[in-house]
């Protein structure tokens, strides 16, 4: 499944095996050697340096020893990794703009607990709030099976369409479930022309306008992690999500997905709610 309703795409390397310029392509689209941005444009722009947010979903996994301690050392390890965890935005100055996030995926998915959802606009803060964590007793008893990490960015699919959740800074937590995955493209996407691809960004973006329930969050991992993207939408409907995505589907942009697994469905709690249904 496509779904960058908020992403636009980047050409910053060649398809693996082929060279950065050449006369010509498969698809008959010349290759120059210059800065070709996503939209078809000829540009010799800088570097965009301007302040953006960055995300990390970070997935923690519980040893079933911890559930072995007595109640009363369970509460104490609990309420210190709160307060290491919701320090890291309470000590920090309101402009470093830091937000957190707390799901539970207890009963709903085997292979993690709970996932923090921590935005900042330096990546550096991501650091900083793991290391606070990484000083509790409770983290003697955690893993991270998971950790994606990438970044904001406007949409060039979306400019032209109202509604479609294009800002710049993302409103994080406003419904009470976040699904979540990691997500590449594949490289047959990106040598299609800037026209094809918008066309099926079109496609893809009326097909989702129906269902008002469900908001995206995408944002960019190129470079900085495995994937390409990190996809989230906040809704208060599974069942809308669900007929969602199957809709998207049937979009022949679907056809260019290579990797939209891990699927992660976390239930919007407070911290203290979340640290408590681990035992």
């Given at each position: 499944?496509?779904?960058?309703?908020?992403?636009?795409?980047?050409?910053a390397?060649?398809?693996?095996?082929?060279?950065?310029?050449?006369?010509?392509?498969?698809?008959?689209?010349?290759?120059?050697?210059?800065?070709?941005?996503?939209?078809?444009?000829?540009?010799?722009?800088?570097?965009?340096?301007?302040?953006?947010?960055?995300?990390?979903?970070?997935?923690?996994?519980?040893?079933?020893?911890?559930?072995?301690?007595?109640?009363?050392?369970?509460?104490?390890?609990?309420?210190?990794?709160?307060?290491?965890?919701?320090?890291?935005?309470?000590?920090?100055?309101?402009?470093?703009?830091?937000?957190?996030?707390?799901?539970?995926?207890?009963?709903?998915?085997?292979?993690?607990?709970?996932?923090?959802?921590?935005?900042?606009?330096?990546?550096?803060?991501?650091?900083?709030a793991q290391a606070r964590l990484n000083r509790t007793r409770l983290m003697g008893y955690l893993t991270q099976p998971y950790n994606f990490v990438s970044m904001n960015k406007r949409s060039q699919y979306v400019n032209r369409v109202d509604g479609s959740g294009h800002g710049l800074e993302v409103l994080p937590g406003q419904g009470q479930f976040l699904f979540i995955y990691p997500f590449v493209k594949t490289r047959a996407w990106y040598d299609l022309t800037p026209h094809s691809r918008q066309g099926m960004m079109d496609e893809h973006i009326h097909a989702s306008v129906p269902f008002k329930g469900v908001r995206i969050n995408t944002s960019y991992s190129y470079g900085i992690d495995d994937q390409e993207f990190v996809v989230s939408f906040d809704s208060?409907?599974?069942?809308?999500?669900?007929?969602?995505?199957?809709?998207?589907?049937?979009?022949?942009?679907?056809?260019?997905?290579?990797?939209d697994t891990p699927m992660f469905t976390c239930v919007k709690k407070e911290l203290a709610g979340v640290l408590d249904d681990l035992g």
């Open positions: 499944m496509s779904d960058e309703q908020q992403t636009p795409q980047t050409e390397t060649p398809p693996a095996g082929r060279p950065a310029a050449s006369s010509g392509s498969a698809s008959g689209r010349p290759r120059m050697m210059v800065d070709l941005d996503p939209s078809g444009q000829v540009t010799g722009r800088e570097g965009d340096r301007s302040n953006r947010q960055f995300m990390n979903y970070a997935f923690f996994k519980l040893d079933p020893a911890f559930r072995r301690l007595p109640q009363a050392e369970r509460d104490e390890l609990k309420a210190e990794f709160l307060a290491a965890a919701e320090g890291w935005v309470s000590d920090a100055p309101a402009p470093k703009g830091l937000i957190l996030r707390p799901y539970s995926l207890v009963g709903v998915r085997g292979d993690v607990d709970f996932m923090l959802w921590r935005i900042a606009f330096d990546v550096r803060e991501f650091t900083e208060d409907y599974p069942q809308e999500f669900v007929d969602l995505v199957h809709r998207l589907r049937y979009t022949e942009a679907s056809m260019y997905t290579l990797q």
